[in-house]
Structure formats: C-alpha cells, structure tokens
C-alpha cells in the first residue's frame, strides 16, 4: 500500500506542472517572444516582449494568433503579428490586433468587427501589401432571422497607415469569396439569402 501511494504522488509530482505548461503557448517569431496564458480570473493574456522594449499586452475571454505569422502583411518589410482577442458573451465581439515586431512591437491597427471574425488575409492586386476579407453584419437577421442572412464581403486594403475599405477590390475581389463559400441551398431562406447575398 505504501508503494502504491509513494508511486501515486510521484506521478502527481509531475503531472502538475507538465499539465501547467501545456496551458502557455509561447513563440518567438523575428527576435519576438509571444505569450499566450491563462489568468487565474479567467480569460487569457496574450504577452509581447523584446529585449530592451517595453512589453505590449492584451487582455480577453480568449487570444489567438493568426496567420500569417511574422511575414509583413502590410508590405513595410517589418515583421508583424496579427491577434484576434474574442470579449466572450453570445454573439459578440472580436478584435483584431496588428502589431509590428519592430525593435519597439507597436499596434498598427486594432479592427472591432463585432459579433464577426476577420477572414484569412488574401490577395486581391499585385501591391505587396496583403487584404483583409469582412463580412459585413449589416444585414444579419435579414430577411429571415438566423444563419441563412446574407453577408456580403466588404474588402479592406493598405492605404500605407491604415486598412480602409477598397470599392475598386470590393467589385474585383468579392465573387471571389461568394464562389468559395457556394453551398446547394436547402430551403427557400437559404436561396433567397444566396441571392441577395450575390446581389449585394
């Protein structure tokens, strides 16, 4: 019995802390640290640190970092990172984070795109810049209630400060996305809601 119980705490010994780490995700990305942990009220800490730089930090019911990691999605040559914070609650809200990991990481831009998530960055011209796929929420809930809403991709690209929305990719680039999102509909809402969805 004293065997089994010496060999019992052995194993909590060092499953403890094994189970701790497995909760904190770390990289370093361009000379960067980046960390994502648990806090002990809840939600998580995404943590950006460089040696000599004070750190940036953000605070949400859930972080995570996206793709591309550590490429220049604006073009600059300057390594960056993008974080989607989520505040938790149904139906809402997301964050997007874009940060440089410059000798001072800085944010370039944050986008609150509500109860929506930013789309994978695409390319729709020939800049080196990359562009930022949204669905538009205006027309949730329309003209039925629940999933079958139409929403069309509002487009935004790099105007050298900012990502703004580009009219000119809006109607190059949009059928794009309708195309891969093409599903049979299944009822009368849902052709209906495809429709309007092309239309728009």
């Known amino acids: 019995m004293k065997r089994v119980l010496f060999g019992l705490a052995c194993l909590l010994a060092?499953?403890?802390?094994?189970?701790?780490?497995?909760?904190?995700?770390?990289?370093?990305?361009?000379?960067?640290?980046?960390?994502?942990?648990?806090?002990?009220?809840?939600?998580?800490?995404?943590?950006?640190?460089?040696?000599?730089?004070?750190p940036l930090t953000f605070d949400a019911r859930d972080i995570r970092m996206r793709e591309p990691a550590g490429e220049s999605i604006t073009g600059s040559g300057v390594p960056q990172l993008v974080l989607?914070?989520?505040?938790?609650?149904d139906h809402c809200c997301f964050t997007t984070h874009m940060v440089e990991l410059g000798q001072q990481?800085?944010?370039?831009?944050?986008?609150?795109?509500?109860p929506v998530d930013v789309d994978l960055f695409n390319q729709?011209?020939?800049d080196s810049a990359l562009e930022i796929g949204l669905p538009d929420i205006s027309f949730i809930g329309?003209?039925?209630?629940?999933?079958?809403?139409?929403?069309?991709?509002?487009?935004?690209?790099?105007?050298?400060?900012?990502?703004?929305p580009s009219a000119k990719l809006m109607r190059a680039g949009t059928m794009l996305y309708q195309?891969?999102?093409?599903?049979?509909?299944?009822?009368?809402?849902e052709a209906a809601a495809a429709i309007f969805k092309d239309m728009l």
């Open 14 to 54: 060092v499953w403890t802390p094994t189970a701790g780490a497995e909760e904190i995700r770390t990289w370093d990305i361009a000379g960067t640290r980046v960390n994502i942990e648990p806090q002990a009220e809840g939600g998580m800490r995404a943590t950006i640190t460089r040696d000599g730089a004070a």
């Open 84 to 89: 989607t914070a989520w505040s938790g609650g």
């Open 105 to 114: 990481p800085r944010v370039i831009q944050s986008l609150d795109t509500g």
């Open 124 to 126: 729709f011209d020939n």
């Open 142 to 164: 329309w003209p039925g209630n629940g999933a079958p809403s139409p929403l069309p991709r509002v487009i935004l690209h790099w105007d050298g400060k900012q990502y703004v």
């Open 179 to 189: 195309m891969q999102e093409r599903t049979q509909p299944h009822n009368e809402t």
